[in-house]
């Protein structure tokens, strides 16, 4: 039951990233994601990680796609379908792509082969904040500082220049 729970939240989570990327408009690729997000967050609560799980849909869902769509809002990027954007190169981008699936792919089969997912115990509150305030803490603590630099990017952006 596990195994097809996850089978099934890992499928949400690539069609939708898939959507994320081929979106024409950028608010419905930042909708996309708040989908691929939370279905990877599904895969984290049928694991039995709840904690990383609520984390991903706090963190990601919650911080950062609504980070995006401040960040549209004050740099009043246009949200319309813009055609020159495309280029030639999707096909190219497509191949390599699905080329790079196929070696990720083969990898995982070759290094896990038949094993059955198993719920993980390293998911609880104490684990996950020991290595986060232990371990992690200089990579979390540059994180938020980078996202700080971007808000304050977006804000410096949206001020409109005073005309003489």
């Known amino acids: 039951m596990t195994t097809a729970l996850f089978s099934v939240a890992g499928a949400v989570a690539l069609i939708a990233s898939v959507l994320v990327v081929t979106s024409q408009r950028i608010v419905h690729a930042a909708l996309w994601l708040v989908v691929a997000l939370g279905a990877i967050a599904g895969c984290f609560g049928v694991l039995h990680a709840e904690f990383v799980a609520l984390v991903q849909i706090l963190v990601y869902v919650g911080a950062i796609v609504v980070l995006v769509l401040f960040a549209l809002m004050l740099t009043k990027a246009p949200t319309n379908p813009l055609p020159g954007l495309t280029t ?15 070696i990720l792919g083969a990898g995982v089969v070759l290094a896990f082969g038949n094993e059955k997912i198993k719920p993980v115990a390293d998911g609880s509150a104490q684990a996950v904040g020991t290595q986060v305030f232990k371990t992690w803490v200089l990579p979390f603590e540059v994180l938020s500082v980078l996202l700080l630099a971007a808000l304050i990017g977006a804000i410096a952006l949206s001020v409109r220049k005073k005309e003489d």
Not at 88 to 102: E, K
């Open 88 to 102: 030639g190169r999707s096909p190219f981008a497509a191949v390599v792509a699905a080329v790079l699936a196929l």
